[in-house]
């Protein structure tokens, strides 16, 4: 894994915008509309395209923007067998508490062409099992072709993979008799797509929101303990899938839901922390612009980094259309650079991804790319600081 030796890298957390028309194909395949042939042709060139935006915007550490899933996680349903059916996930506690917020919000999105991964998801009825690598393969040889079209324009590569936890929250078990042995299906399945990704040669970052957002989704009613084992038992799973995979070669992503709202019910880090240390990764990308969790860089100092882990600290916000000043973003790197201890385990990053689910983003295509710009500079701004 990267570390920054000789200025601060920057990086993001895995999805960016996809093209309207790409978008408008995924919803229809949701549909069951028979768009396989040109999807397959329209996330290529958007994969292409979204290289070479995130080349020219100057980012060390990209990926390919999750362009040829339809989501971050809910992707694993063609990929796994075992899903079928439809639920609707329970509301976000913070939301709920706020009525004329929830009201704007739906209003919102009452016309918005998006891939939803709350509504209408599938649960599980049959055995989790991985059907076939060749989806993951084909994905991460395309990526590596393209990498190799456009010059390599990357110090280091990633490719993103879902928590068996933000699995198995979303896609409500239906089948296994405990949430333990759902967890552990879902563990072993996921484990080839772990093992794929880095045996293709990429860093893979895990992402686990549920890890942090669930508090205030499944487990909102609740005691916090009852949270915390969930938590626990999510790790040790994931750790189990990574047996076969150097620490060094994973980054894992937590945060409390990509979404502009209230978030006055999110668990606070320094909870979740001492068992997110658990975890045999190499480094953490956590959420320090967003106003609710600014200040939790702070949490690093009671539960440091062990030598050789690296915090990607999110620095740009991934929910609004703000295009930061490099100099607000170089002085979020420094105060964690400052906690840290040694600048060269910290990475420049976002809060969360800009486009989860097809089409469900608050911020525009061009004002995403500026952001990014923003980071890069705010990155040489705080390097010339720091080293």
Request: a negative charge; charged letters at 25%; aromatic letters at 8%.
């Amino acid at each position: 894994m990267q570390h920054s030796d000789t200025r601060i890298l920057t990086t993001h957390t895995g999805s960016l915008p996809r093209p309207e028309a790409l978008v408008r194909l995924y919803i229809a395949k949701a549909r069951g509309e028979p768009v396989d042939a040109e999807l397959a042709a329209a996330g290529h060139a958007a994969l292409e395209d979204t290289v070479r935006k995130q080349r020219d915007a100057g980012i060390d550490i990209g990926n390919n923007g999750e362009q040829q899933r339809e989501a971050f996680f809910l992707y694993v349903r063609t990929r796994m067998s075992g899903f079928g059916g439809a639920w609707t996930r329970p509301p976000r506690g913070d939301v709920e508490r706020y009525p004329a917020f929830k009201a704007a919000m739906a209003r919102e999105q009452q016309h918005a062409q998006q891939v939803s991964s709350r509504e209408h998801v599938p649960t599980a009825v049959g055995d989790i099992r991985y059907l076939d690598r060749a989806a993951i393969d084909t994905e991460c040889d395309d990526f590596r072709a393209t990498l190799d079209r456009l010059g390599n324009p990357f110090v280091e590569p990633f490719v993103t993979a879902p928590s068996p936890g933000i699995v198995a929250a979303a896609l409500r078990n239906d089948f296994y008799p405990t949430e333990e042995a759902y967890l552990a299906a879902l563990g072993e399945a996921l484990r080839v797509e772990y093992e794929a990704i880095v045996n293709h040669g990429f860093l893979l970052q895990l992402d686990c929101p549920d890890l942090a957002m669930e508090r205030h989704m499944s487990y909102q009613d609740k005691p916090l303990p009852d949270f915390l084992g969930f938590v626990d038992r999510v790790v040790a799973t994931i750790n189990t899938a990574l047996a076969n995979i150097p620490r060094d070669r994973v980054r894992l992503h937590a945060c409390w839901g990509n979404y502009e709202g209230p978030h006055d019910c999110d668990v606070e880090l320094h909870e979740i922390m001492p068992i997110l240390r658990k975890l045999k990764v190499g480094g953490f990308v956590l959420p320090f612009a967003n106003p609710r969790h600014a200040h939790e860089y702070n949490v690093l100092r009671d539960f440091p980094l062990d030598a050789d882990q690296v915090i990607v600290a999110g620095v740009i916000d991934s929910v609004t259309n703000f295009v930061e000043h490099p100099q607000t973003v170089a002085e979020r790197i420094e105060r964690v650079a400052e906690v840290v201890g040694d600048p060269k385990r910290v990475l420049a990053g976002t809060d969360c991804g800009f486009d989860t689910s097809a089409g469900q983003r608050r911020v525009a295509e061009d004002v995403v790319w500026a952001k990014l710009a923003a980071l890069g500079e705010g990155a040489r701004i705080a390097s010339q600081r720091l080293f």
